[in-house]
C-alpha cells in the first residue's frame, strides 16, 4: 500500500482535523483507509469540534454519540475507532455500540467508575 498524508477540513468548522494516521492507498490507488468521523466532546454534552457528529448524550455512565454520512449506522464490527479521554485525573476509555450509535465510556482509573468527562475519537473505514 502507498502511504499519503492529508488533512481533513469538516464545512464550517473553523478547525482543522490533522489526520492521526495517514491515508493507505491500495496498489490501483484507491483509498483502503479513510476518516469517516471524529469529534472532540465535552462534559455537556456539546461538540468543540467534528465531522460527521450529530449529537452526544450521557446516559447510563456512558456517551451515545449519534454519527452521519458512512457511519450513521454504526458498529463497533465495521469501523475502527480510536477513543482518547482528556482530563487531569487518570482516565481510560473504551467503545462498543448500542442501536446504531457509537458508545463511549470513560472510567477514572482512581476510582474505577465510570465518569462524564470530555473525550475525543476518531472512527476509521478500511475497505478491502
Known amino acids: 500500500m502507498k ?10 468548522l473553523a478547525a482543522v482535523v490533522l489526520l492521526a ?21 465535552n462534559t455537556d454534552g456539546s461538540i468543540q469540534q467534528g465531522f460527521n457528529v450529530v449529537k452526544a448524550v450521557f446516559v447510563e455512565g456512558g456517551w451515545r454519540i449519534r ?3 458512512p457511519a450513521k449506522d454504526f458498529s463497533y464490527r ?8 482528556i482530563g487531569s485525573d487518570p482516565l481510560s476509555a473504551s ?17 474505577g467508575s465510570h465518569v462524564k468527562e470530555n473525550f475525543s475519537f ?5 475497505k478491502s
Open 3 to 12: 502511504r499519503q498524508t492529508g488533512i481533513v477540513k469538516a464545512g464550517a
Open 21 to 41: 494516521a495517514p491515508l493507505f492507498l491500495s496498489a490501483d490507488g484507491a483509498v483502503a483507509v479513510s476518516v469517516v468521523a471524529a469529534g472532540q466532546v
Open 67 to 69: 454519527l452521519k454520512g
Open 78 to 85: 465495521d469501523f475502527v475507532t480510536v477513543v482518547t479521554p
Open 95 to 111: 467503545m462498543s455500540s448500542i442501536g446504531g450509535r457509537l458508545v463511549v465510556y470513560i472510567q477514572d482509573l482512581d476510582s
Open 122 to 126: 476518531v472512527v476509521y473505514q478500511i
